[in-house]
């Protein structure tokens, strides 16, 4: 299967982990990254073509003239759909609790946020962040791997695009000395995110089903 897997990377779902699974598997030459213009992860050629000539239809074209296979990075799953039409799209979710406070304690350790965990996850640019990324052309995603289960998720994904790709750890928080979310934390945390705590149950299955 050589179509171009693309990865929508949630931040804090072990999309870091894949990604360098993929890179091992694949090799470097065939890996895409879209993080951003201010990331250097992000591939020249995705520079090129995505940020400064804004020209779409000449990424693909490009991307399939050197036989890419794995596009990564941070972008919402609309970014690309048309862009890629025969693409497999796929992601990973997490509970969303878990995931908020891994993002907050990212903040805190590696671009010294100085707030309080609650002021973090008040603001909504943190809110719904999976849903939001995932909401528009939901039916393009083929695959949906759960960060709790990463293991039996990777050797699904192995199976359904006949590859084999290796579990990796990769971008793990070291600890730290802040105190874990209080109860009223949590609950406020589950009123603000409830579609992507809707989301999540509806890919929970997935823990439960044999591998």
């Known amino acids: ?3 171009l897997i693309v990865l929508i990377h949630i931040p804090k779902t072990g999309g870091t982990s894949l990604r360098v ?9 065939a890996m895409l990254y879209d993080y951003g213009t201010e990331a250097r992860l992000t591939s020249d050629l995705v520079r090129e073509w995505v940020y400064e000539r804004e020209d779409l239809a000449g990424f693909a ?3 399939a003239e050197q036989r890419f296979r794995f596009l990564s990075g941070h972008f919402p799953l609309d ?10 799209f796929v992601s990973w979710i997490r509970q969303p609790a878990a995931r908020i406070w891994s993002a907050y304690r990212h903040f805190v350790r590696d671009n010294g946020y100085q707030g309080t965990f609650r002021e973090f996850y008040s603001m909504g640019r ?8 995932l909401q528009r052309h939901r039916h393009r995603l083929e695959f949906v791997g759960i960060t709790e289960r990463f293991a039996p998720s990777l050797a699904r994904f192995n199976r359904q695009f006949g590859v084999r790709l290796r579990q990796h750890a990769a971008n793990r928080s070291p600890g730290d000395d802040l105190h874990e979310p209080s109860t009223l934390d949590l609950q406020e945390l589950e009123m603000l995110n409830a579609d992507d705590i809707k989301l999540y149950r509806s ?3 997935l823990l439960l089903d044999p591998v």
């Open 21 to 29: 699974a993929a890179e091992r598997y694949f090799g470097a030459g």
């Open 79 to 88: 970014k690309y759909v048309e862009t890629f039409p025969d693409a497999h």
């Open 203 to 205: 890919f929970e299955r």
């Open 126 to 133: 943190f809110q719904n962040q999976q849903s939001r990324l």
């Open 61 to 63: 074209t490009a991307a």
């Open 1 to 3: 299967m050589n179509a």
